[in-house]
Nanobody
Framework: QVQLVESGGGLVQAGGSLRLSCAAS????????MGWFRQAPGKERESVAT????????YYADSVKGRFTISRDNTKNMLYLQMNSLKPEDTAVYYC???????????????????WGQGTQVTVSS
């Protein structure tokens, strides 16, 4: 398994930007499909974005398309989420997760992701 640690969360005003980072340990990071998920109070954890091991395939939730960008650097074992034009409804705990299968098989389904970070809080004020 891969160990994941998120950072970069915080408090930002609506319209602002944040960049989340996820540091992964383990030599096989480049073989994992990676994803960002979020969970708001009282709501289920939902997928935000996923990326294949090569970076060639990506998925974005409709709610973040055009505003968020997922990226990875396999040489540094890092996953990123650039969040622009943030809205109050983006407020949630954001989790980095890894799926040990192809991007197509992983789907943006939390049940398929076996490794999770501890989460980082993102709060967007209106």
């Amino acid at each position: 398994q891969v160990q994941l640690v998120e950072s970069g969360g915080g408090l930002v005003q609506a319209g602002g930007s944040l960049r989340l980072s996820c540091a992964a340990s383990g030599r096989t990071f480049s073989s994992y499909t990676m994803g960002w998920f979020r969970q708001a109070p009282g709501k289920e954890r939902e997928s935000v974005a996923t990326m294949s091991w090569s970076g060639e395939s990506t998925y974005y939730a409709d709610s973040v398309k055009g505003r968020f960008t997922i990226s990875r650097d396999n040489t540094k074992n890092m996953l990123y989420l650039q969040m622009n034009s943030l809205k109050p409804e983006d407020t949630a705990v954001y989790y980095c997760a890894a799926c040990g299968s192809t991007w197509y098989r992983c789907r943006p389904r939390k049940e398929n992701f076996g490794s999770w970070g501890q989460g980082t809080q993102v709060t967007v004020s209106s």
